[in-house]
């Protein structure tokens, strides 16, 4: 084991505190990653906050990690020390169920193992990228490109991958019309991904105060959904929407944009229920579905057309000390348009 310097919160109502956690030893497939920077995600306060059940604390949240590989165990073929890489949300699966097979595995069938918050394979809590250091298997680092910066880098390993997995699966592109709601941590790299694929982008805010950086980042056009007239003017407009509010919206006037055999994706994770009348996806055929991450080869291919496209997360950088401020920042949507931590500030 190795001892390793964290941000980690006690209780769900506890602030972040500097301290010690161990990391395992290297097995020979082991990469040992030192962390630059680890972006902060609405999930990682809603897991804080014990906002989606019950957390084992205390809790080193982060999973959008990027950083350099340090050390490298002895059966190690994919990482070579000095390589720029990243973690995401998860860091094992069962590898054998038919959607591991088939490179999602994101849906292990046994449940995959999350970068914090689950339970590791020596059986001990994981903890995430809120540290200076991280031990991971070598199938689940991925490689950064040259030409991103690790710091923009880091929020692709869990917002540029939950938005370009469904843009891909749904088939945005050119000709398709493809409306992204709400322009924070998510919809902003879901802007910038559906524009480099080709669509048509359309911008769901509450309302218009974020206009011009939406049109700045891709977008063709940016509506308030705050004005009535929204919903009819742009009733049936949309092959594909993905909502990425973690909040409870009217959920049939959003249906109600979209045209015939159009999805509404669920992205965004509320605490709450949800409901749905069924007349709101009856008459157009239309379909509500839910989409998780991407699986390590489809996050790649993500953070290699990234490369490919000059794409990164819009960031602000904080040290280890405003994880708590930017938390409330977060949630009170006053982040343009993620936070990321300076591991350096750790020292």
């Known amino acids: 084991m190795r ?34 920077f680890a972006g902060i995600c609405h999930s990682d306060i809603h897991t804080a906050r014990e906002e989606w ?7 080193v949240p982060g999973h959008e ?28 699966s069962c590898r054998k169920c038919v959607n591991c097979l088939a490179g999602e595995e994101q849906y292990c069938l046994e449940g995959n193992v999350g970068t914090y918050g689950a339970i590791g394979r020596d059986g001990q809590p994981t903890q995430g990228g809120y540290s200076t250091h991280i031990v991971v298997d070598q199938d689940f680092v991925l490689s950064i490109p040259e030409g991103v910066s690790l710091d923009v880098a880091a929020p692709l390993l869990c917002a ?16 398709k019309k493809v409306a992204i709601v709400g322009l924070g941590g998510l919809g902003h790299m879901g802007v910038k991904i559906a524009h480099a694929l080709g669509a048509e982008v359309t911008v769901l805010s509450q309302t218009l105060s974020k206009k011009d950086d939406g049109l700045k980042l ?39 944009l979209l045209g015939l055999n159009g999805t509404l994706v669920n992205v965004g994770a509320p605490a709450e229920p ?25 996050t790649q291919e993500m953070l290699d057309f990234c490369a ?3 794409l990164g997360s819009e960031i602000e950088v904080i040290s280890g000390e405003q994880i708590d401020e930017a938390y409330d920042r977060v949630v009170d949507s ?5 936070f990321v931590i300076d591991t350096a500030t750790f020292a």
């Open 3 to 36: 001892s390793v310097t964290a941000y980690a919160t006690p209780s769900a109502k506890a602030p972040f505190e500097k301290t010690t956690i161990e990391r395992r030893d290297l097995g020979p497939r082991d990469v040992l990653i030192k962390i630059a």
């Open 274 to 298: 949800q409901s749905v009348p069924a007349f709101a996806l009856i008459p157009m055929r239309r379909s509500w579905a839910g989409s998780m991450i991407g699986g390590i080869a489809q």
């Open 308 to 310: 490919e496209h000059h």
């Open 65 to 92: 990690i990027a950083g350099t590989v340090e050390e490298i165990g002895s059966a190690v073929d994919k990482h070579q020390v000095g390589d720029r890489v990243g973690v995401g949300c998860m860091v094992d």
């Open 334 to 338: 006053d982040v343009r348009y993620r």
């Open 160 to 175: 540029g991958v939950t938005l370009y997995s469904p843009l891909k699966h749904w088939g945005a592109g050119p000709g």
């Open 218 to 256: 891709g977008a063709d056009h940016f509506y308030a959904t705050s004005d009535p007239a929204t919903f009819k003017d742009l009733a049936g407009s949309f092959d594909l929407i993905i909502n990425t509010v973690s909040a409870n919206l009217p959920m049939a006037d959003y249906l109600s």
């Open 53 to 59: 059940g019950q957390v084992n604390f205390p809790l």
